[in-house]
Every structure is written in structure tokens, then in C-alpha cells.
């Protein structure tokens, strides 16, 4: 089939690879447009549109889809179906129209369970164990299509939102080839989302990265996994903002007020309303992640303080 893929960040490039692998015929990518990055905010091209940039293929960076110059030129290139992967802009009824098979996305959750932009991010805040991948027809409301196929993959105890994501990006795109190789021959079958079950992923905030310390140790260990790496753990210490890595939950541990550091020689542990956990890694303002027993020892926790 002739396609043209739409996506933004690093995490549709898997689904480019698998396309690019099949039988099918890339005729162009549509991404955001380039955006300021680094220290002195250039404009610096989507990782989608830099991968289709190095192999010489066409790249669309409308501001948004509903430009008729968009939408003209996708009438030229005449696409039989339009693969979506994480690309960031509600794509409307004119353009969904365009591609004799439509717009086909792949959404990184088992629908209709987290709806929205940070599918991977809400189920490791939320606690479920059970989390997948899921390709469905585009339409005009926010990932409410019918669905092609999933596939399930089971959250560990150490599985970070960045981790996970980068697991069903790989999945996800073999999912997604499987389903254009259906739709062209024919037998693809798209199945209604059930009405039950919805729930919503909206993108997480910086301050839904702040600790809670108030929290049940399972809850405190969950958030901070949901906001690594982006948009980042955060706690505060003497004033100070500290970004925090991954924590572990520590079942014997010793018991403690919610926030309140002990430094020991090997561990820090924080205390939760619940048992404590280990820190991993404590990144202080302006300086490296570091050990959190070699961060305690620089700063000289006392006792009884806490973090905030």
C-alpha cells in the first residue's frame, strides 16, 4: 500500500522502521513543525521528520491539519491509508477523508483505558499491572475508533513510564504493520470500543511530579516511575527543589514520618504513610544525578529532617 505516516517524537520511529522493512510504500511523513530546542533554542526537526529527512522522503509540517494547503498536497500524494504514531495534532474529518482507508493509530494502552496523550504515564501513576498497545480507525473524537488489534505487556516492579513506552513502541509497530498488511488484504475487521471501562490520560504536569510523602509507599514508588523521564520526580530539601530516580520499597524498614530522611551508610530512606523507601538517584539544582547515599553525605542530613 501506498502510506503516509504521521508522527512527532522518537517513540514513532520504531513503527517508521517496521514500515520501512515491509512491503509497503512510504510516500511521505507528517510531523509538527520544527520547534526551538537546546541552549540556544533552534529550531531543531522532529525526530520523525529527521528520520525521513536522511532517507530523502518527503516531509509535511503543517501547523495544523486542517490547512487546505495540507490537506491539497495529501490529496496528491493519494495515499491508501495514513499509519498515526504519537503525532500530537487532532487530525480533522477533511483530512481523516483523504486516504482511500484512513487514518490508522497506534496508541500505547489497551482502549478504551486511558484515552489521551499519556496512556503509559497514567497506568504505572495508577497501580495497574496490565498495560498494552492498541491500533484503531481514526476518527474526529479523542481515540475513540474502532480497534484492529492489541497486544498486552504486564508492568514491572522496575519499569519506569520511559522504559514501558520504549517496550510498546517496538511491539506496537509490529502490531501496526500486521494491521496494514490486513487492511490491504482485505481482511482487517475493526471492532467497536465498549462503552465501559473509559478512562483519561491527559499529559502530566511538572507538578504532577511532585512527591507526595503523605502517600502509601506503593503510591509514592508508582508517581515516580509515572514521571520518569519526563516530566521528572521532584521533591524539596532545605528550600530547594531535588529531582528524584526511581525508588524501591523497603517492607522492614524502620518507621518514619512521611518525608523524614535517614541516612545510613549504604541507603537513605524516606518515610511515607506507609513503610519507607531507598532513594536511588538525587539530583540536586545545577548539579548530576548522583547516589542518594553520596548525595546525603554531601548535603550532612540530620536527623529528624525532612523532605517537603
Not at 482485505?186 to 471501562?197: C, F, I, W
Not at 510523602?213 to 506503593?218: Q, R
Not at 515516580?224 to 521532584?234: E, L, N, Y
Not at 523524614?260 to 539544582?285: D, F, H, I, N, Q
Request: hydrophobic share 45%.
Amino acid at each position: 500500500m501506498r502510506l503516509v505516516f504521521a508522527g512527532t517524537p522518537a517513540v514513532a520511529v520504531p513503527a517508521l522502521d517496521a514500515i520501512a522493512a515491509s512491503g509497503h510504500e512510504l510516500a511521505a511523513v507528517v510531523t509538527r513543525p520544527d520547534a526551538p530546542a537546546g541552549r540556544g533554542r533552534g529550531l531543531v526537526r522532529s525526530p520523525v521528520g529527521a528520520w525521513a529527512d536522511e532517507r530523502g522522503i518527503e516531509v509535511l509540517t503543517p501547523a495544523r491539519p486542517r490547512e487546505p494547503e495540507f490537506q491539497q498536497r495529501l490529496r496528491e500524494i493519494a495515499p491508501d491509508c495514513a499509519p498515526v504514531v504519537a503525532y500530537g495534532a487532532l487530525v480533522p474529518i477533511q483530512a481523516l477523508e483523504i486516504p482511500r482507508l484512513g487514518w490508522v493509530n497506534l496508541h500505547f494502552s489497551l482502549l478504551p483505558a486511558w484515552r489521551g496523550a499519556a496512556p503509559v504515564q497514567h497506568a504505572v501513576l495508577h497501580g495497574d499491572e496490565v498495560t498494552g498497545a492498541s491500533v484503531f480507525q481514526l476518527e474526529e473524537g479523542l481515540d475513540t475508533g474502532p480497534v484492529f488489534g492489541t497486544l498486552t505487556d504486564e508492568i514491572g516492579p522496575a519499569d519506569t513510564s520511559g522504559i514501558l513506552l520504549e517496550r510498546l513502541a517496538h511491539s506496537g509497530a509490529q502490531l501496526l504493520v500486521a494491521v496494514l498488511d490486513a487492511l490491504e488484504a482485505g481482511t482487517a475487521v475493526a471492532r467497536p470500543q465498549p462503552a465501559d471501562g473509559v478512562t483519561l490520560a491527559p499529559k502530566l504536569t511538572v507538578e504532577d511530579g511532585q512527591v507526595r510523602w503523605g502517600d502509601p509507599a506503593f503510591g509514592v514508588d508508582r508517581r515516580i516511575r509515572a514521571c520518569t523521564p519526563a516530566p521528572g520526580a521532584w521533591t524539596t530539601f532545605r528550600g530547594d527543589r531535588v529531582k528524584l530516580g526511581p525508588v524501591s520499597v523497603v517492607a522492614d524498614g524502620p518507621e518514619l514520618k512521611p518525608g523524614e530522611l535517614l541516612a545510613e551508610k549504604s541507603r537513605v530512606l524516606v518515610g511515607t504513610a506507609t513503610t519507607p523507601v531507598r532513594l536511588g538517584e538525587v539530583r540536586a539544582a545545577g548539579k548530576k544525578a548522583m547516589a542518594a547515599s553520596d548525595w546525603a553525605r554531601g548535603v550532612r542530613v540530620a536527623t529528624g529532617e525532612s523532605f517537603a
